[in-house]
Nanobody, 127 residues
Framework: QVQLVESGGGLVHSGGSLRLSCVASGFSKAYYGIGWFRQAPGKSDEGVSC????????YYADSVKGRFTISRDNAKNTVYLQMNSLEPEDTANYYC????????????????????WGKGTLVTVSS
């Protein structure tokens, strides 16, 4: 059974940092992708970043490039999202999702192949 569990959200001041974690279990094949998505009130969902768990390739949304870094620890089946220089506009519920899309991470269609979703963790950035 595939399960994704996020943690690490919280309240931070503008300019601060947070690190989100996503523990993935039940993925029987190594060729899968884990993505981070966010949903802010009144805004459409956004694919923030994604990492190919086999080769480590990544992509980032333009809104977070240079500020966020996605990484993986295959031994722990965990994906991290390091978020620096946070802005009030980054306030949202952050979700991780995973699946066996081809390719595992597709910046043109971020939700493609993302079959499994966590419950989310709330990030609030105060000004």
């Amino acid at each position: 059974q595939v399960q994704l569990v996020e943690s690490g959200g919280g309240l931070v001041h503008s300019g601060g940092s947070l690190r989100l974690s996503c523990v993935a279990s039940g993925f029987s094949k190594a060729y899968y992708g884990i993505g981070w998505f966010r949903q802010a009130p009144g805004k459409s969902d956004e694919g923030v970043s994604c990492i190919n768990m086999r080769d480590g390739s990544t992509y980032y949304a333009d809104s977070v490039k240079g500020r966020f870094t996605i990484s993986r620890d295959n031994a722990k089946n965990t994906v991290y999202l390091q978020m620096n220089s946070l802005e009030p506009e980054d306030t949202a519920n952050y979700y991780c999702a995973g699946g066996w899309g081809d390719p595992p991470c597709d910046p043109s269609r971020p939700t493609k192949g993302m079959e499994y979703w966590g419950k989310g963790t709330l990030v609030t950035v105060s000004s």
